[in-house]
């Protein structure tokens, strides 16, 4: 892979894990421009960037959670982003070999289809009911938890989204859209820990990063510093309280575009 190949990646993971249209779904579409092929294996690595995003711009928050576990016995919170968390955990860890196929994770339908169908919701998402309000991540009702948690699932599907899953239900659940960014942030922490974790146990996995060793560490420090850039923004942008519709219409229309192009080129 090219040095530019690799940036081009990083700075789309970077971007797209966490402003809400989409990592997997735009990871693929690139690489089916570089190689008319989409690399897994790659896309699981340059994770570990936004990984590293996250526990930074995250650390004061994260440390207040293990104070509350370890000190004041308090374990609302980390209940919560546990049962948030399981679903997609479990169902990723069971059906890793076929989410990584090609025919799946490669179907640029798949990615167009899933992608165009939640910016629907996106722009709609503003005239669903919603429940009770929640003001407190650590208030939020267990079930309410466990439901996020079961929507992230579909994020495992390429083109719909973990952060875009995550918020569209945070909101519906009763959080502000400020709140659910942060808490769908936090809930993904364990689900990029274990995929880490998984990818480094595996001999083989092991062997294909030190064998993509320098590209694969330029696309982790370009993913890094735009995943920054990427939570600032977004939690910024939703914090003026304004909507996903934005973020929606974009994917309508890349949707679409995407969609025409292999359609007609069929």
Known sequence: MS?????????????????????????????????????????????????????????????????????????ALAINLILTSIPAGLVGFLLADFIGSSQFFGSLYTVTISMGLVGIVMIILDKLPTMKSVKKMEKLPKRRALTIGLAQVFALIPGVSRSGSTIITGKLMGFSSALAAEYS?????????????????????????????????????VAFIFGILAIKILLKYLAKKNSLKTFGWYRVLLSSTILIAVLTAV
Do not use: C
Not at 11 to 31: A, D, M
Not at 34 to 47: C, M, T, V
């Open 3 to 75: 040095i530019i190949e690799s940036v081009l990646l990083g700075l789309t993971q970077g971007l797209t894990e966490f402003i809400p249209v989409s990592s997997s779904g735009h990871l693929g579409i690139l690489q089916h421009l570089f190689s008319g092929a989409s690399d897994h294996l790659f896309l699981e690595f340059i994770n570990i960037g936004t990984l590293l995003a996250l526990l930074i711009f995250f650390r004061h928050k994260i440390w207040h959670i293990l104070k509350d576990i370890f000190i004041k016995k308090r374990y």
């Open 185 to 221: 942030f936090l809930a993904s922490i364990p689900i990029m820990l274990g995929v880490t974790l998984k990818m480094f146990i595996k001999s083989a996995d092991r062997a294909y990063f030190f064998e993509n060793f320098s590209t694969l560490v330029l696309s982790n420090l």
